[in-house]
């Protein structure tokens, strides 16, 4: 079943070996007895100290032989963070630590909520922490310093590489140049910016990163077809639409 919203529930499996991949990523927190998984990366027995990432498209074998319950949450592409796709291209096994163990706690208060208002931002904050930890340093320096002028030659400075390897390793790791990936990032903060503030173009334009206002524009025309006022008219009509 492929699915087409955020999703997040308990979970139990079966000795029976399924095989399958979705369009998806997937989250599985356990919480009780353990999971045989098989991808082509991985084959392990994901125990209650371990959390798993599956990435979409992934085919992945599962069964148990144990009782079971796992929180598992499936995450769309459209409800993903900034940047997800382009950084959990992989699988990812994680120690459950006691940050991932208090998250874990407030997502099952989450499925027991009707309304489930606060899920998606409480996945988001969970995204936050993967995000963190599958970043480069280098790619974690952009995360921290996208509003100031960065360059090529300090970032692969930061990962000891010379600046004609770094640009490919950093193409194979995301699908693209470091300029682009600040300029996609300096786009969504904007975004953000421009959805749930009152402040100026201007304004916004110089917090990610760019003295002029123009520049910004640009980079709105080039990618969303809008300018950025045109960018904040129509996501708060729709916003006062879906309210109605």
Known sequence: MQSKKLLCETRTYTEKTYTHNHCY??????????????TDKHELSLD????????????????????NQFLVLDIPRENSLVLLED?????MHQVLDDRWKA????????????NKRGLS??????????????????????????????????????????VSYYIEWFNKK??????????????EKAKEYLID?????????????????????RLFIKHQALSPSAYRKKYREMGKSSSI
């Open 25 to 38: 990523s997937q989250l599985i927190l356990p919480l009780q007895g353990s999971l045989f998984i098989k």
């Open 48 to 67: 209650e100290n371990h959390l798993f990432l599956l990435p979409p498209k992934c085919y992945h074998s599962f069964n148990s032989d144990s009782i």
């Open 87 to 91: 950084t959990f291209k992989y699988e």
């Open 103 to 114: 998250i874990r706690y407030l997502l099952l208060e989450e499925t027991r909520n009707a």
């Open 121 to 162: 931002d409480l996945v988001n904050y969970a995204c936050n922490f993967l995000l963190d930890e599958a970043r480069p340093i280098s790619i974690q320096y952009i995360y921290d310093n996208f509003q100031e002028q960065i360059s090529i030659d300090k970032l692969a400075a930061i990962e000891n590489f010379n």
């Open 174 to 187: 995301t699908g693209m140049t470091p300029n682009v990936y600040i300029q996609k990032l300096r786009l």
């Open 197 to 217: 503030t009152d402040l100026s173009i201007l304004m916004i334009s110089q917090l990610v990163g760019y003295e002029q206002q123009s520049s910004l524009t």
